[in-house]
């Protein structure tokens, strides 16, 4: 149940309505817009009284919420949210690209790229330290000392760091270390994981599951909401379907789909998506036109002796002249207004 509030409440009437509402077991979440305050109720609303909640005073208009997730629902939220990482904004009209390797093998390696997609507009580094891999044979990561890597890259270019979590246990080395938390599409339904990736101050970037529905995605968020960490953007990275021309399907529908459900950012990954380089432009600029917040690009300086998923990765010049096309388009963005 949602419970808009009339313009011009004041701060102890608000408080009494929450107190109101614990003395029958139910939780709340406040959401201050520019005009209206929003209570989600969360917990068995079922013996509320619906027409006693609207007779109030200083309620506007009450409303059931039938989503099974109240946290990242939009109706909860009449605002986008705005994530901002180490100063870098995304959502609300804000963009970015985040850029860099699929993983971390070498300082020289790292800190190059990140030279160079910051000269191209690059508002974050993204680095793989611990790699979830289909083969136990395949790369997994340089781990410890690839988050060291990539903060040395920080530290030389000033770019915020993504990197993927894949335990818990590790959550006190990405605290220090990483400004935003990705949590990968194979993790997406671990819910332990989430749980205590929602305990971290840092804000959260998850994935869409390779199979997964988009309302499987937001439930997923929900558990990191729940958990307290309301900072999180959703990716949609392609998902798995019959078709083998391309290494996912990217669903670019998701754009305008999670805008009206939800208030929460939401980064294209084309990289991941396509599989091959030469797909990632033109997905880049149909996801930008679709009106994305951001968007994730695989860069390495060599990708032909990458050690993961170098036939999908960028060249720095290659991505250069993506990041070009991608800023020309912004302007001409679909706006959403839900």
Known sequence: MVVVLKPGTKEEQIENLKAWLSSMGINTHISQGMN??????????????????????????????????????RKFHNEDLVVDIAGKKIGGGNFQIIAGPCSVESEEQVCEIAKRVKESGAGLLRGGAFKPRTS????????GDG????????????????????????????????????????????????????????PVLLKRGLANTIDELLMSAEYIMASGN????????????????????LDLSAVPVLKKLTHLPIVIDPSHA???????????????????????????????????????????????EVAKLVFELRPFACKYDY
């Open 36 to 73: 209206h305050t929003i209570i989600g109720l969360i917990g068995d609303t079922s013996a509320v009284d619906m027409e006693l909640v609207k007779a109030l005073d200083i309620v506007e208009n009450v409303q059931r919420i039938q989503e099974p997730f109240k946290n990242a629902n």
């Open 136 to 143: 136990p044979y395949a790369f997994q990561g340089l781990k």
């Open 147 to 202: 988050l060291k890597l990539l903060m040395e890259a920080k530290e030389m270019t000033g770019l915020p760091i993504v990197s993927e979590i894949m335990n818990a246990v590790h959550i006190p080395m990405f605290e220090e270390a990483v400004d935003l938390v990705q949590v990968g599409a194979r993790n997406m339904q671990n819910f332990e994981l989430l749980k205590e990736v929602g305990k971290m101050s840092k």
């Open 230 to 249: 309301e900072n999180v953007i959703l990716c949609e990275r392609g998902i798995r379907t019959f078709e083998t021309r391309t290494r996912n399907t």
């Open 274 to 320: 396509m599989g091959y380089s030469h797909l990632v432009k033109p997905m880049a600029m149909a996801a930008t036109v679709a009106g994305a917040d951001g968007l994730m690009i695989e860069v390495h300086n060599n990708p032909a002796k990458a050690l993961c998923d170098g036939p999908q990765s960028l060249t720095p010049d290659q991505f250069d």
